[in-house]
């Protein structure tokens, strides 16, 4: 039990992480909310943890945060980055 809520805490940090990265790098003029930069960050945190750690090997006792965990919610937080920096449309010209 303890190694899941460590697990969790860590993909919420993990994600957090991500989400404030890419609201601090976002131009002013389309800076999303804080709130909804953190929870994109999270959301996909927890989804390439999860997905890594099906595709992966899985840990002894049933450890969550694998080696293919770790880098899946990398990747996710990555991904939130990458999502909050991407212009949603061209400016005019």
Known sequence: ?????????????????????GLLLAPRRRRP?????????????????????????KGAGGAFLTGPAWVGAAAGALLAL???LLPLRRPRA
């Open 1 to 21: 039990m303890q190694r899941v809520v460590i697990g969790v805490a860590a993909l919420v940090l993990t994600g957090a992480v991500g989400g404030l990265a």
């Open 82 to 84: 990458a999502l909050l």
């Open 33 to 57: 909310a804080p709130s909804t930069a953190v929870l994109l960050g999270v959301v996909l945190a927890f989804a390439g943890g999860f997905a890594g750690y099906l595709a992966g090997p």
